[in-house]
């Protein structure tokens, strides 16, 4: 006889399943359905067990059959099919993450407001785990209120929406709407998974990050600029938004791709870096300043070329001061509670002088490393110590800037201003 075993939760989808994160990829109808192949490719190749769960227009782009050789997992769309299981509940039951890549307006509206007429749309209901939305669409869609609205509910419910990228849309026409790389909605969804949190704790926030070292022009050919690679900023950029926060990254000469879901200003020098930074901040509940800002730049640029004279001598370079950016966002906070964090680099007597760097820029935070010409610039490691305004010490052991970047959105969360109600 039978015995049977009465099971909470769903049954593991796959034969490996019982060690392997599962996770649910919903594809709704977009011509970026072609792009969540690579997803999939991503998500099994790192040994995560993928369902993949395509709505029926989903089907004209990409065909059920390409998405189980994929995945090795069975694929519908309706819940019709295999009805004994109960799929339109023990798929989303059984997820510990669920992915909608791309996700139409249409989806976003159906999820926004809990319709659920297909298996994908049942299953986000059902589903009690981090979901995440990979928006892509033209740009009148996507910034039509109707969007924005269902997107801001979503939000408010814990989603992480990815912003969507600029560029070229389906036919000729550019714009904000572009799903973004493959690669980087991989990273949002394994950052996530690795948190493990269904509620992401920085949603409803806007944080303004700077990353990058700034180039103050001599001439058209010349710039003073610094070793910085810009990467500790991007992993605080893909933190905050895996972590729900839509986020401003104004970057500086870092030659990065731009990471998912954020909003990239591109500058070049210490001016136009602090413009970029205020106005972002105008509205911004964290300013977190990882740039190497050029504390000078050349007093006079020259239109032409300096050349060398006939004399053998050399030119001198008048310098003048740049504007400090972190003193002023710390004086001057645009918004009552603003958090402000800023990093500091130092050669010598590290958290002594970091100590006193701290109290002269009046942030909250300062991030102290040690840097040198082999170290911490350019590298994927960093180790530091975060000071706080309230004496507060974090050592952060050598690790991935990743790592670092975790611990500065840790410290950060709990001395921002309360969310409005
Ligand atoms: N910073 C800034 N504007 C500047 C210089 C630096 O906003 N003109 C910010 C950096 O983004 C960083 C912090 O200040 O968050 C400290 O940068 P650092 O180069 O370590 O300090 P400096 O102010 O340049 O001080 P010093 O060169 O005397 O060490």
């Not at 192949?37 to 369902?51: A, K, Q, W, Y």
């Not at 000729?172 to 991989?186: A, M, N, Q, S, Y």
């Not at 690795?194 to 990050?209: M, S």
């Not at 603003?338 to 009046?362: C, S």
Request: proline share 7%; aromatic share 4%; glycine share 10%.
């Amino acid at each position: 006889m039978e015995s049977y075993v009465i099971r909470e939760r769903a049954p593991a989808w796959g034969e490996a399943a019982v060690t392997k994160p599962k996770v649910v990829l919903g594809v709704s109808g977009g011509i970026a359905a072609y792009k969540a192949c690579e997803l999939l490719r991503r998500l099994t190749e790192s040994g995560h067990d993928v369902r993949v769960v395509p709505t029926d227009s989903a089907l004209h782009f990409v065909g059920a059959a390409t998405w189980s050789a994929l995945s090795g997992n069975p694929v519908s769309t309706e819940v019709w099919d295999s009805v004994h299981e109960v799929p339109h509940v023990r798929i989303g039951q059984g997820a510990d993450l669920v992915v909608v890549a791309p996700a139409t307006a249409d989806m976003l509206a159906k999820a926004a407001h809990g319709l659920a007429d297909d298996l994908l749309t049942n299953t986000l209901l059902t589903a009690r785990c981090p979901v995440v939305f990979a928006p892509a669409m033209h740009t009148e869609m996507w910034e039509h209120p109707a969007t924005q609205e269902n997107v801001a509910t979503l939000r408010r419910r814990g989603a992480v929406v990815v912003e969507p990228a600029v560029g070229r849309l389906t036919g000729v026409d550019t714009g904000k709407g572009r799903l973004p790389d493959p690669g980087e909605i991989f990273e949002v969804c394994r950052r996530v998974l690795a948190r493990g949190v269904t509620a992401p704790d920085l949603a409803g926030r806007h944080v303004v990050i700077s990353a990058g070292g700034t180039r103050e022009p001599l001439d058209p050919v010349r710039y003073l600029g610094n070793r910085s690679s810009g990467k500790q900023g991007y992993a605080l950029a893909r933190a905050a938004a895996a972590r729900g926060a839509r986020v401003t990254l104004v970057e500086a000469n870092t030659g990065l791709p731009d990471p998912a879901g954020v909003d990239v200003v591109h500058i070049g020098t210490a001016v136009q870096l602090r413009e970029a930074v205020l106005k972002a901040a105008a509205d911004a509940d964290a300013v977190v300043m990882a740039a190497a800002v050029a504390d000078f730049r050349p007093a006079v640029y020259a239109t032409g070329k300096i050349k060398k004279t006939d004399d053998g001598g050399s030119p001198t370079i008048e310098l003048v001061r740049n504007p400090d950016v972190l003193a002023e966002l710390s004086a001057d906070r645009a918004l009552p509670g603003q958090v402000v964090v800023g990093f500091a680099a130092e050669t010598d007597d590290v958290l002594p002088n970091g100590r006193a760097k701290l109290a002269r820029k009046g942030c909250d935070l300062l991030v102290v490393n040690e840097v040198g010409e082999h170290r911490t610039f350019g590298s994927e490691e960093n180790e530091a110590v975060v000071l706080a305004a309230d004496g507060a010490e974090t050592p952060v052991p050598y690790g991935p800037k990743e790592a670092l970047a975790e611990t500065v959105w840790d410290l950060v969360l709990p001395r921002l201003r309360p969310l409005p109600a």
